[in-house]
């Protein structure tokens, strides 16, 4: 009833081709942008900013990065918490040798940093293919981890091993460090959320990514049409590493502060954000915010449900909580194995023809 | 020179143990396509159900009134495993037919999840030390006799590798499950066609798999108790996999004796002059290296492309 | 989140059954995060549980700290640090109180908690883990790590092993080998033993094992070709039970193999079996359930049903060590009571009372731990006390841990400038100016 196209006439191509073609969409979209943007801030308290929504910015920054990989150019990659720890650590040589950085500089500057490792470690895909692709990003993964661990001239040869990012601001307000306010560093991650996102938004609808999407579908016949294979795949692993080394960077700079790399980028992270990525749903722009949603709050609301609405032991709680986020991983993939970006469009498309369904 | 041999067959033996858990891969790879995240907690969850049929708290005893003894526990375990096989088939895989391989993954990682939880919430999370009789330490004779330490449970786990392999290899040519298995792997819409049980096989494969992974978790669980940790053993057959192949099971033996002696000598020979704990990442290295020559792995099977 | 019902939560499980006329409304809430799931649960259960059942047996007998019934709110970490940030933050402003005191229990947790705490006032009480560095009260005033650091226990390992060889100068030339679990936690040692090697001349081999430490074949091949005179070892989880295994295979004289208290719990040394005998480790409480506070226990808390663990597993060194970090909790918490004047304590009173906190001979004899550990007095600028650490030897027979030397006094003049060195370094970094003391 509400959702319905008609009575909306394109008059140019411009408007046929817009992001967001129909207009319940634009508005729903503005909406939310709105209510995140001025009205969130005043909400989020340490708890809701550090808990919930920081992760769920970052992890879908991540994301994004990696379905650029995976979605859009079928190229399988498992190095995802490597690269972050690339982009961590390069925020955090580049704060501490340069104090008077601005900080936005220095996230994009991490990005472009990880981009280069990740074309390096993207050159094997060039040869490789599949799962046997995920060895390349698999040794990256563990190389990148022992190497940030073993060698002290990243941690700026602190006796313990540990990154800690110094208090920093912008403009004069305070981002970084604990005495930040919750709502200004969920405001910094936002603003490159959705600036990145819309940007991808635009990559995979452009010459680009289409390139990449050709690459996905068939690499030979790609290949016969004129695209350039290496350019392609290389291409998407400097975006998607762009992407996952600014994502590494806030999730360092802005949202733990302090960081070891072993645990803080180690291979969960990566299955992490593959989980992310595969739920949410593979060559989905949307779908990244949807995944990084359902692994990360479910988990939370689950256990909060369990703990405090029902009184359960904790360590109970924990179990039924990974059982249940695997049974539902399953529910989801056997209800819809397109993801959860899929299943949006199948509610929009039901939506559209409700209430007369014939 | 001694302990260069010394170094060389511990790798062997560590490779061995990782070709344990890569054959429950590549047995489920070939017949189904599917990579299997949940070998390692399978390893885990077959060990927790041995230890308890065991242990005089557990559920056996709790419902018959004492412990089962080694074979017997053995024999309920495997029970287990194939009732988990077949309620994974009902309950999972019939419903994800011809998705793609990626999808699959996903859903095995799903069931990981809930096999850990599940393994914790019947087993409980302590350490329990399994000790079914295998012989520990190091072996005595040639020990004290030549100065060349070779570990027992090792040489038992390399063993009991031959013996699986050798049955594997007699079930998969000369029986007809068998064949129908490989039949199967080859294409699944000829299978079918032919009269194939595709359910029928997944089952089968899947407790086949589950009886390696019980294999994998008695070994692996003798030398370091079983925990949850076992889980994570999984990650050490990756490398292996790579690069025997996902398809092949002399390729996982193979991939597996490479991967150890290679790992080995490069932390005990180079390891000591870039600070140590380079196995890990050296193991994944090697096999990219092999990739980059044989992109299908060593006894993979060649991809052949049509436009 | 709601808070009224995470109040409620804590009120029905506290205090409920014991709610009576005198009991006041403010409750002291001292929250433990602690985790029994994943790779460490089998480590983290018993410390856990004997946490949570001193404080259990405070309410139970005392009726609370001076008449102030604990609650203790639970969140499980499953050792992991970006939940142990969500715990935090979901229990820093449990109310009535607000928490008191944290006790972080993973390394890379104290690490986020250091600034977070700071910042909301609320002490953590990271007990033998944690950064050694915040040893240093006036750059830390926040965090505390008494009794006894990593740094004075590697110092207390290398006079031991002086003492085995005759005296310090005979450390000349021999070799100790340091096998270490590949993060922070285990790294922290190293610096502390290389300058000590640089002055007593025993050559250090360094050993590094990757998380998670199923396979250390090429470390233990390693430890059988240099054949150092003494192994230490900094591990965790199934990194302890494999390296125990390892060195019983290849003989390794397991009375030349010194574990860090970490290492040293019955979980490592149980799957080894017989072969684990003379394993040594570090500890700074007793084990073993044969001191008063454990008959308590098992009259106020087992025989009422209100236990966290097993009766049988009181006792094991784990649960006493939880059980000893919250004795100097609530120690902490009486002593802030007695310095404010108040009851109704919130986390910024606490750390004064952890600050001053001084458990004597004659404390630990009332409490019903006599010789369970040894004296603790805390003052502004030294957050770690005494720092003494004994040995514990495993008996495989008798299945049973016991102390068998004296408490090492540590050596501070090697760790004392260290750990100048680096919370100066810290403080510098986060443009923090030292507080006077």
Redesign the interface.
């Given at each position: 009833m509400l959702y319905r196209e008609t009575g909306q006439f394109k008059t140019s191509y411009q408007a046929d081709q817009a992001i967001f073609p129909i207009a319940q969409d634009r508005w729903f979209i503005l909406g939310v942008l709105a209510f995140s943007l001025f009205v969130m801030p005043f909400l989020v308290d340490?708890?809701l900013a550090?808990?919930v929504l920081l992760?769920l910015l970052i992890y879908a920054l991540a994301a994004l990065g990696l379905n650029i990989l995976?979605g859009y150019c079928g190229q399988?990659s498992l190095g995802t918490g490597g690269f972050m720890a690339v982009g961590a650590y390069s925020t955090y040589k580049l704060v501490?040798a340069y104090p008077d950085l601005n900080l936005i500089v220095i996230v994009l500057l991490s990005g472009l940093i990880t981009a280069a490792v990740g074309v390096l470690f993207g050159l094997?895909s060039l040869?490789?293919?599949?799962?046997?692709l995920?060895?390349?990003t698999?040794?990256a993964q563990?190389?990148l981890v022992?190497m940030f661990?073993?060698f002290g001239w990243f941690n700026?040869y602190?006796?313990?091993?540990?990154i800690?990012m110094?208090?920093a601001d912008l403009f004069g307000i305070q981002i970084t460090?604990?005495?930040a306010q919750p709502g200004v560093k969920y405001l910094f991650c936002l603003g490159f959320v959705v600036i990145f996102a819309l940007a991808a938004k635009n990559i995979v609808r452009g010459r680009v990514g289409r390139e990449w999407m050709a690459i996905r579908d068939?690499d030979?016949?790609a290949e016969?049409i004129g695209i350039r294979p290496m350019f392609a795949k290389l291409s998407a692993f400097a975006v998607s590493s762009f992407y996952v080394g600014m994502a590494g960077a806030l999730y360092f700079g802005v949202w733990?502060?302090?960081a070891?790399p072993?645990?803080?980028f180690?291979?969960n992270q990566s299955?992490l954000v593959l989980?992310m990525v595969?739920?949410g749903g593979?060559g989905s722009i949307m779908g990244n915010f949807f995944g990084a949603a359902f692994i990360l709050l479910l988990p939370?609301l689950l256990?909060?449900i369990m703990?405090?609405?029902f009184?359960i032991a904790?360590?109970?709680?924990?179990?039924?909580?990974?059982?249940s986020?695997?049974?539902?991983?399953?529910f989801f993939?056997?209800v819809e194995?397109h993801g959860l970006a899929r299943l949006w469009q199948i509610t929009k498309e039901k939506l559209r023809l409700w209430p007369f369904p014939h | 020179m001694l302990f260069f041999t010394e170094t060389v067959i511990s790798g062997l033996m560590a490779g061995v143990m990782y070709a344990l858990v890569a054959l429950g891969f590549v047995l489920i790879f070939k017949a189904s396509g599917i990579f299997n995240f949940a070998q390692g907690v399978l390893a885990l969850f077959a060990a927790l159900a041995l230890y308890d049929f065991m242990s005089p708290d557990g559920w056996a005893a709790a419902l018959i009134g004492f412990p089962l003894p080694v074979p017997f526990a053995i024999l309920a375990t495997i029970g287990v495993m194939i009732a988990l096989a077949w309620l994974i088939e009902r309950l999972v895989l019939r419903h994800l037919v011809n998705q793609e391989g990626i999808i699959l993954f996903m859903a095995t990682i799903g069931l990981a999840y809930v096999l850990e939880g599940l393994g914790d919430i019947l087993f409980g999370s302590d350490v329990k030390a399994l000790d079914i009789g295998i012989p520990q330490g190091a072996h005595d004779y040639l020990f004290d006799q030549y100065g060349l330490y070779i570990e027992k449970l090792e040489m038992f786990a390399a063993a009991t590798a031959a013996v699986l392999v050798t049955v594997l290899a007699l079930f998969f040519q000369k029986t007809r499950t068998g064949r129908a298995l490989r039949a199967v792997a080859d294409d699944h819409q000829a299978a079918l066609s032919v009269g194939i049980s595709l359910r029928t096989i997944w089952v089968i494969v899947w407790s086949v798999a589950g009886i390696v992974a019980l294999v994998a978790g008695i070994m692996w669980g003798s030398k370091s108790g079983v925990q949850f940790s076992l889980s994570l053993i999984a990650l050490k057959a990756l490398p292996v996999l790579i690069l025997g192949g996902f398809t092949s099971v002399p390729g996982a033996i193979v991939g597996g004796l490479i991967i150890g002696v290679g790992e080995k000598v490069a932390e005990v020979y180079v390891g000591p002059y870039v600070g140590g704990a380079i196995e890990n990442w050296f193991a994944y290295m090697l096999a990219l290296v092999f990739l980059l020559f044989r992109p299908q792995g060593l006894f993979g099977e060649k991809i052949i492309e049509r436009v | 989140m709601n808070l009224a019902k995470i109040k409620r939560v804590a009120l029905a499980a506290v205090i409920a059954p014991m709610l009576t006329a005198t009991a006041s409304a403010y409750e002291l809430v001292i929250p433990s995060t602690d985790y029994r799931t994943g790779p460490y649960a089998p480590n983290g259960i018993p410390f856990a549980n004997g946490y949570s059942d001193y404080f259990t047996l405070i309410n139970e007998r005392d009726g609370g700290i001076e008449g102030v019934k604990i609650a203790n709110p639970s969140c499980e970490t499953a050792y992991n640090t970006k939940q142990g940030v969500e715990c935090y933050e979901k229990l820093k402003d449990t109310p009535p109180s607000g928490a008191l005191a944290f006790q972080p229990l993973s390394t890379g947790i104290t690490y986020q908690l250091i600034p977070k705490a700071t910042e909301d006032k609320i002490p953590v009480f990271s007990m033998g883990y944690g950064r050694t560095s915040a040893a240093n009260g006036k750059i830390f005033p926040y965090v505390f790590n008494f009794p006894a650091t990593y740094w004075d226990q590697a110092t207390v390992f290398v006079q031991y092993i002086a003492d085995q060889e005759g005296g310090m100068e005979y450390l000349k030339g021999k070799k100790i080998a340091l096998v270490y679990h590949n993060s922070a936690y285990g790294k922290e040692p190293i610096r502390t033993l290389e300058t000590m090697a640089e002055k007593y001349g025993y050559e250090l081999q360094l050993l590094p094992v990757d998380h998670p430490g199923q396979e250390q074949k090429a470390t233990w091949l390693q430890i059988r070709r240099e054949r150092p005179d003494w192994v230490l070892m900094w591990g965790w989880g199934v990194m302890n039970q494999v390296a125990i295994k390892e060195a019983a295979s290849i003989r390794y004289p397991m009375d030349h193999f010194i574990g860090v208290w970490w290492s040293g719990s019955e979980n490592d040394v149980l799957p080894a079996g017989e072969e684990a005998n003379g394993y040594l480790s570090g500890a700074f409480h007793a084990p073993g359930d044969d001191f008063p506070v454990h008959d308590d226990i098992k009259e106020y808390v087992y025989a009422k049903g209100k236990g966290k663990g097993d009766v049988d597993r009181i006792g094991e060194v784990l649960y006493n060590r939880g059980m000893v970090a919250a004795m100097w909790t609530v120690e902490a918490v009486r002593n802030a009571m007695k310095i404010h004047g108040t009851k109704e304590v919130r986390g910024e009173h606490v750390r004064d009372g952890f600050e001053s906190l001084n458990v004597d001979e004659k404390r630990l004899e009332e409490l019903g731990m006599k010789g369970f550990t040894y004296p603790v007095k805390i003052t502004c600028e030294n957050h770690t006390g005494p720092g003494k650490v004994a040995l514990q030897q495993w008996d495989a027979k008798a299945k049973q841990w016991s102390i068998v030397t004296k408490f090492y006094e540590p050596l501070r003049d090697i760790t004392g400038p260290l750990i100048k060195e680096d919370s100066e370094a810290y403080a510098k970094e986060n443009n923090i100016t030292p507080r006077e003391c």
């Open positions: 340490d708890y550090n808990a992760p995976i399988l501490t094997p040869r490789i293919k599949g799962f046997y995920a060895v390349a698999l040794a563990f190389f022992w661990n073993k700026n602190n006796m313990t091993g540990q800690t110094p208090d460090g604990p005495g068939m030979i016949a016969i733990l502060g302090s070891e072993v645990e803080a180690d291979i299955f989980f595969i739920v593979l939370l256990k909060n703990v405090d609405g009184d904790t360590v109970t709680a924990k179990h039924v909580e990974i059982m986020l695997g049974a539902l991983i399953l993939l056997i194995p | - | -």
